[in-house]
């Protein structure tokens, strides 16, 4: 299992990190037979496996159940589990949380931006902490690429540096321009990790249910489908219905 140190030791030794998420015991055994990198229990899991409209609609007790499965599907892969909507609201609470996802035996927690004082807190109390900066669903009016105007560019770049300079070892760099995810990626100590951040981040990050195609609707512009398994589920399913109608 790859730890947070090992992790960011990949920037300078060149070679990419790979996550993926996902949500239960079946797939996360899948992902850590793949040999991925890490996986992340995203809040994406709101949208993908419970079908919410939004992100905000995930709170901790449900997190908990599907950081739980999956630290039991991939025991040797290293396991992000990301704090839902106001679970860090203030350093304490953040904690508390935090230290919940741990003892089920996650690796690490991901944080959307920069919650006063939490990042602190949860470095003073040695938790490895992954920041999520550009577009931030939990909080986002829509879901654009952030950081096209230089304002909001400079923006996300002193967030970057900051979190960076709080000892986060890794950072989601999410719908930003990939000249910025380039350019941070050369600034900050932390591995960069991208999901619509440009080629040259260290590592990427899917959705599981976008890569592997596990629904109909349409994927980011930034996502690959790299097998439809939403059609090879229906295709499969239509037999057995065929099978058991079959005359015998
Ligand atoms: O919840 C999630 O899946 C995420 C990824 C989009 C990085 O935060």
Do not use: W
């Amino acid at each position: 299992m790859l730890t947070p140190e090992e992790i960011k030791a990949r920037k300078s030794s060149g070679e990419k990190i790979s996550m993926i998420t996902a949500y239960d015991f079946a797939f996360a055994q899948m992902a850590e037979a793949a040999g991925i990198d890490q996986i992340l229990v995203g809040d994406s899991l709101a949208n993908t496996m419970l079908g919410y409209k939004s992100t905000r609609e995930i709170g901790m007790e449900e997190m908990l159940i599907f950081v739980a499965a999956v630290c039991r599907g991939a025991p040797n892969t290293h396991v992000v589990a990301d704090m839902p909507y106001r679970s860090d609201k203030d350093p304490q609470t953040a904690y508390d949380n935090a230290k919940r996802f741990m003892d089920l035996g996650a690796s690490s927690v991901k944080l959307e931006g920069t919650p006063e004082g939490v990042i602190e807190f949860l470095r003073s109390k040695d938790i490895p902490v992954c920041a999520h900066l550009g577009l931030l669903p939990q909080t986002a009016e829509n879901f654009k690429q952030k950081g096209k105007t230089e304002e909001e560019a400079a923006a996300i770049e002193a967030a970057a540096k900051f979190v960076d300079s709080l000892g986060c070892f890794e950072m989601v760099l999410e719908h930003i321009p990939e000249e910025l995810g380039t350019k941070i990626t050369r600034e900050v100590s932390a591995a960069t990790i991208g999901i619509g951040g440009g080629k040259f981040t260290n590592g990427q990050v899917l959705v599981m249910h976008d890569a592997l195609g596990m629904h109909p609707r349409k994927i980011p512009p930034f996502a690959t489908k790299f097998v439809d398994m939403y059609s090879l589920g229906v295709k499969g399913i239509s037999d057995y219905i065929a099978s058991v109608k079959r005359p015998v």
